[in-house]
């Protein structure tokens, strides 16, 4: 299905349409036919044609694509098969995490955590800002160091029973990021680990629906063209 974003006043007007991981070759063939000089941002996220009126959002499960790297050497290796991949959601309370070796979910859990005050306000970062804590703000924070944990040792155990994975997906807001690799035992990866990715999404609460709807939209991409009026 197609999808129109808002844009700003000077921009062209484009039209959005989203394809799914095994579509990549044929959309990578018709782009550079078209735009034969199309390259990689910056990010390697997204390749653009020379005057910025299309672009091609590469689903983030297809094979990593170079910062200002040619579409045309992209598209020779983009077949490559799916590797193994971890993807973890990380939020106040809530953990989903799953192993997935290319298609296949090889292992998953969900977990969720009373860490949260009446308000909504998760106990570490109210913590932070107010003075001492009382019982329930003890039980919260103690409930938040156990699911740091959790998480960890389950990917611990995921990397023992399966091996390192290709490539680490995660969603988790930066906070939350730093007080997981703070954790006992730390995450069997750090946070400069080359096999790292953070969403570029956002998330909702993490449980096993959530898992997969993530892991959906990570084996999709974006192709953005000018629209045709009329």
Known sequence: PQDREPRAMNEPRTTAVRFALAE???QLAAFAARWPQARADRRGLVFRDPARTAALRVPLLAPRVEPFEPLAAYAE???APLGSFVLLLLRAGALAVGYWDGAELLDH????RYVVRGHGKAQPLHQKTRGKSRYGARLRLQNWRRLLTTASERLHRQWQQFGAPERIFCGAPVRVRAELFAAE????FRGDDPALVVLPMHSHRP???ELLRVHHWLGHGRLELPAVDG
């Not at 035992?185 to 069997?188: G, N, S």
């Open 24 to 26: 990549l070759p044929e």
């Open 77 to 79: 290796r983009a077949e």
């Open 109 to 112: 859990r969900a977990e969720r």
């Open 185 to 188: 035992p730390p995450p069997p």
């Open 207 to 209: 449980d096993h629906r």
